[in-house]
């Protein structure tokens, strides 16, 4: 009878492990989008609070203090930029939708006129199903309309970065009561880790999107492309993402010079990839060594597998959701498991 008493509770085990798996899975399946939205508004807390301490350390501030001046800064710089460039952004970038479109069916005739291009716009099937309209959008125009539902996302990641900002210890707290009493110091010192990470990542990209945003600007400018200053600001805007964010940024521009001619596109995108080589060699490395290192490779088949399983915000939060990963791996895997287990080997063989 105790066999099968102990063969029925470990079968019970199993099953309510199995069903636990199978209801997680399915929450982030059919809730991936509202998740990433929560994990935006932690990366936005992460930085607003890794601001606010970074000024109560130089400063001596008190943390409200410091908090208030990173939310008068943030949301007034912002506002600021807006009042100052609004105007001038805005009609760039629709002046830079109606060119695209023109610049787009400039680069369909002229393909037209050569085997090979009348073949590749055959195979793609420019235009067969929505007529003359639906021949002149082009794939990045149509990603543009998309923006206006972006916008909820946006609001809802701004307000919940201001709350975890506010008060991270509250939800820290609730988290780690949620571990067993005897894993929480580890708990507690990789959450550590995490936020240091994504403190210093967010830094890095911020850091990033401001130089890249004013270099692609002005030297577009210098090189006659026109909408550089929407170009600048989409380049900046697009460098959140990396490796995959400047390859976007770079297409309207890049397109925009086909008009010009061949030699002035390749002009461009030779421009274009030297921004990324001075922002790839220099910047990033600097910023790495006071977060995580992630390989290239992996950061880009990350980006493309939560862009196919979740759409645009799976690409956007790739990168940041990699180094959670790679943190936690390290700390449970690397560290507690491997390191654990070959210790307690040497050990035992001494």
């Known amino acids: 009878m105790e066999s099968r008493t102990e063969f029925t509770i470990r079968a019970a085990r199993v099953m309510g492990l199995v069903l636990l798996t199978a209801l997680a899975l399915a929450i982030v399946t059919f809730a991936a989008d509202v998740l990433l939205v929560i994990f935006g508004g932690v990366l936005l807390g992460v930085f607003f609070r890794g601001s606010a301490n970074l000024l109560n350390d130089r400063t001596r501030l008190s943390p409200k203090m410091a908090l208030g001046i990173v939310f008068l800064l943030f949301f007034g710089g912002a506002i600021l930029a807006l009042w100052l460039i609004a105007g001038e952004v805005s009609q760039q970038l629709d002046q ?90 580890r708990a507690a010192e990789i959450l550590d880790a995490i936020g240091h990470t994504l403190r210093w990542w967010l830094l890095g990209r911020a850091i990033s999107m401001l130089i890249v945003g004013i270099v692609t600007g002005v030297g577009l400018a210098l090189l006659g492309v026109p909408l550089a200053l929407g170009l600048g600001f989409l380049a900046g805007a ?52 006071r977060s995580v290192k992630l390989p290239p490779a992996l950061t880009i088949a990350s980006q493309v597998l939560l862009g196919v399983l979740v759409g645009a915000l799976g690409v956007v939060f790739a990168t940041p959701l990699l180094a959670v990963l790679v943190i936690i791996v390290k700390k449970l895997y690397v560290e507690d498991a491997l390191e654990h287990r070959s210790t307690s080997a040497s050990d035992g063989v001494t």
């Open 96 to 185: 830079l939708g109606t060119n695209l479109k023109n610049a787009w069916l400039q680069l369909q005739e002229r393909l037209r006129s050569e085997p090979w291009g009348r073949q590749l716009l055959g195979s793609v099937r420019v235009g067969q199903s929505g007529g003359e309209d639906a021949e002149a959008m082009s794939p990045l125009a149509r990603a543009f309309s998309t923006t206006l539902g972006g916008l909820t996302n946006l609001l809802i990641i701004l307000f919940l970065g201001i709350y975890f900002a506010i008060n991270p210890g509250w939800y820290r707290r609730g988290l780690l009561r949620l571990i067993p009493p005897a894993q929480r110091d």
């Open 238 to 289: 697009f460098d959140f993402v990396p490796f995959i964010g400047p390859l976007a940024a770079a297409a309207p521009g890049i397109l925009l010079s086909v008009s010009e001619g061949v030699n002035q596109a390749m002009y461009v995108a030779a421009f274009y990839a030297a921004v990324q080589l001075i922002e790839g060699y220099l910047l990033t490395p600097l910023v790495e060594q």
